[in-house]
């Protein structure tokens, strides 16, 4: 109950913070009107004398291998740590069901 009380006081400060600065992420200050945004247009580089990668050059990888190998990896973390805060939580709630009937 607390811990929602905390959460809905940061979640409304956060948001009125914003609202008020003029330079927030979400333009609703006073000034948010009166500026007008830079438009810089960037050349985009293009690298020739690199081997080709994921981020590293213009040149697609062969067969996409940087881009699989990464996803890969990335989908094997985020299973391996959604699979400890599954197990944390069962251990968690069984644990305060075990001190609950101890009561």
Known sequence: MVLRRLILVA???LGLSLAIDPSGGLGLGPRAALAEPKL???K?????????????SN????GGAYRW?????????????GYMMWRLTRRANAERIARDKAR
Do not use: D, Q
């Not at 040149?59 to 062969?62: D, E, F, I, S, Y």
């Open 40 to 42: 810089t247009e960037r």
């Open 59 to 62: 040149r697609p990888a062969v």
């Open 44 to 56: 985009v580089e293009v690298l020739t004398h690199r081997p080709s990668g994921f981020w590293t």
């Open 69 to 81: 190998r990464l996803l890969g990896i990335g989908v094997v973390l985020a299973a391996g740590a």
């Open 11 to 13: 979640l409304v400060g």
